[in-house]
């Protein structure tokens, strides 16, 4: 599908294309979402190069990621798409030209509907494609800021549930879900600085002052939130390490509670075992009181065994 947001005279416009159709004038931002094979026809068309595929898209080589060629600064970003409890990373391609931006993407991404729908309702004053550009990577350090707060919050309501014992799978599923969050959102981050920074050192004669003051501002900001997510992999760890702790400690007292059992019933044992031997001649086999004088003494040793381990401390 492609989309192409028309900005003139400070009014935005909103257009579906086909591959019959020709790039419109004044085309600020064209964004190919899915495309099948006549849109990369049709884009390859004004391009210096090939159309990038999926695979293309998904490089992680830095001189796949970030280049520039005749048709200007290409860079490849993550970006964050919440799934559920989970976070997951969308790899976009950004081609910035003199006259128009153009994405493409093989996923949805919440951030780029969330763009559109700030362009639809005039609340961002953009006029250049770097500034769309640099609008859309503001808007994923927030967003990125907003998920390091939310993986807060799930862990400060899984610090009240550790030393619970039936909330213990619940609680190692969950520090798994938030590992592996909190892995993405420091991934986006430092692409996100990689890619600020590519643009800061050689794109540097095409932005304005005010492009390079955004980038500076946003750099800061991942600088600052950096820590956080490194943070955020301590408590982690800490939580992971007292969950399995407790775990072992629940345990252990199972064990213990089945050790004390077989000691305690060892001297009843012990007793039954002597007088179910098959000996000719044992006096208490014949004695009108031999059997409760047996079954006294085996309650009798059970009782003494138990107390013995309760003053001791050990129960």
Request: proline residues 3%; without cysteine.
């Amino acid at each position: 599908m492609i989309t192409a947001y028309i900005y003139q005279n400070r009014q935005l416009s909103i257009t579906e294309l086909t591959a019959d159709d020709r790039l419109p004038a004044n085309t600020l931002w064209l964004d190919l979402f899915k495309p099948n094979d006549e849109e990369r026809e049709w884009l390859s068309r004004f391009s210096s190069e090939d159309v990038p595929d999926e695979e293309d898209i998904n490089e992680i080589e830095a001189s796949a990621r970030f280049f520039q060629n005749q048709d200007g600064l290409h860079i490849n970003s993550l970006f964050p798409q919440r799934v559920g409890s989970d976070v997951r990373a969308v790899n976009v391609s950004f081609n910035l030209r003199d006259n128009f931006l153009l994405t493409i993407r093989e996923e949805d991404v919440g951030l780029i509907r969330l763009l559109r729908n700030y362009l639809r309702l005039g609340r961002l004053d953009i006029d250049t494609p770097q500034v769309l550009l640099l609008e859309l990577f503001n808007l994923k350090v927030d967003y990125l800021s907003d998920l390091i707060e939310d993986v807060y919050t799930v862990l400060d309501n899984l610090s009240e549930q550790v030393f619970n014992d039936e909330e213990l799978d619940a609680v190692f599923k969950q520090i798994t879900v938030q590992e592996n969050s909190n892995g993405k959102i420091r991934l986006s981050l430092l692409d996100t600085q990689r890619s600020l920074r590519y643009m800061q050192r050689y794109y540097r004669s095409q932005l304005s002052d005010d492009n390079l003051k955004d980038i500076r501002e946003m750099l800061s900001d991942i600088e600052s939130l950096m820590p956080h997510s490194q943070f955020i992999f301590d408590k982690l760890k800490f939580l992971l390490d007292a969950a399995m702790g407790f775990s072992g400690l629940q345990q252990n007292k199972i064990i213990k509670i089945f050790s004390v059992s077989a000691v305690v019933f060892l001297p009843p044992t012990l007793i039954a075992s002597s007088y179910g031997m098959n000996f000719a001649r044992m006096p208490e086999l014949a004695w009108q009181y031999g059997y409760p004088m047996a079954v006294g003494l085996m309650f009798a040793s059970a009782a003494g065994t138990y107390f013995f381990f309760k003053r001791k401390g050990w129960l």
